[in-house]
């Protein structure tokens, strides 16, 4: 029996042959590398706006602006202001630095898998 299907996005999937590489997909993934160089320049530079599921950043609030309404236009996007929840990661802004917790994701987590009640067990390993 089939719980639920997994949908993913595949870039030029149209060029893809059966029985040769039908089963290969690939979809656009940042690495936490990347999420951690971009929120490090938004706190240099104040430019990173949350958009969907986009991270959009720029130095130009007119330009960024704009980028915005042309997406908006093809994808009607939905601009959820600055930056504070993405992938799983709480950010916080405050005068001291960017503070980033995964604290909602593990409740999250332990609520979908009727473990929040749970009591902690303690563990062979270090």
């Known amino acids: ?3 639920c299907y997994k949908a993913r996005l595949v870039a ?4 893809q042959v059966e029985g040769e590489d039908y089963n290969e997909t690939s ?3 940042a690495k936490m590398d990347t999420i951690r160089c971009l929120l490090a320049i938004d ?3 104040d430019a990173l706006v949350y958009v969907d599921d986009i991270i959009l950043a ?8 704009s980028f915005k309404e042309y997406l908006d236009n093809y ?3 939905k601009d959820l202001g600055k930056l504070e929840y ?7 802004k405050s005068p001291n630095g960017l503070y980033l ?3 909602k994701y593990a409740l999250d987590i332990l609520n979908e898998t009727s473990l929040l009640n749970a009591k902690p067990s303690p563990t062979p390993i270090e």
């Open 1 to 3: 029996m089939i719980e």
């Open 12 to 15: 030029k999937g149209f060029t």
């Open 27 to 29: 979809s656009p993934v």
């Open 43 to 45: 706190m240099a530079k």
């Open 58 to 65: 720029g130095n130009n609030d007119e330009e960024c602006q």
């Open 75 to 77: 994808f009607h996007i």
């Open 86 to 92: 993405f992938l799983g990661i709480e950010a916080a």
């Open 101 to 103: 917790n995964q604290c």
